[in-house]
């Protein structure tokens, strides 16, 4: 297995991708270990949560790690899921996470925008619901609270501009 090099600047923002082992669809089931996990890392290291959108067998999140290893963060969130989740189906083993997560730096104000857009949009592109309000597991009710988007917005198809999101 290749050894997997992530570029590490202070500074940073992250977009990434987490999929469960075999696109298992456990995450919006189990959705309150998922913020306990989330919870528990904070608890050791500082982030700031951006953006985020929780499907049944994925998420994406925007970060910032305050200058913090993504890779760090990543692993204690997955980790402890994995451990809640274990004990609540008494499990002894099994893979819960697909190897590794898919990482994107953002670059600048546009490349902000279109990730923010794409996570608030996923539930609407993979058909969980016809309107990005009516998907309670992500960011987008507080980005409307906020005045950033209307309650219509992400009705229709969106376009993206040539951008690879790790699905």
Known sequence: MSILRRYHTEGNIYFVTNVTYQRSPILVKNIDIIWKS???TKNNIEFNMI???ILPDHFHFIIDPF???ISNIMQRIKMSFSSYYRSRQDMRAGKIW???F???IIRDN???NSHIDYIHFNPVKHRYTANPIEWHHSSFREY???GY???DWGQSEMIYKKVTFGE
């Open 144 to 146: 409307v609270e906020a």
């Open 51 to 53: 953006a985020w959108v």
């Open 98 to 100: 697909q190897n590794r």
């Open 102 to 104: 898919w990482d994107h």
């Open 110 to 112: 546009d490349d902000m």
């Open 149 to 151: 988007y209307s309650e």
């Open 38 to 40: 989330i919870e528990n």
């Open 67 to 69: 200058g913090h290893d």
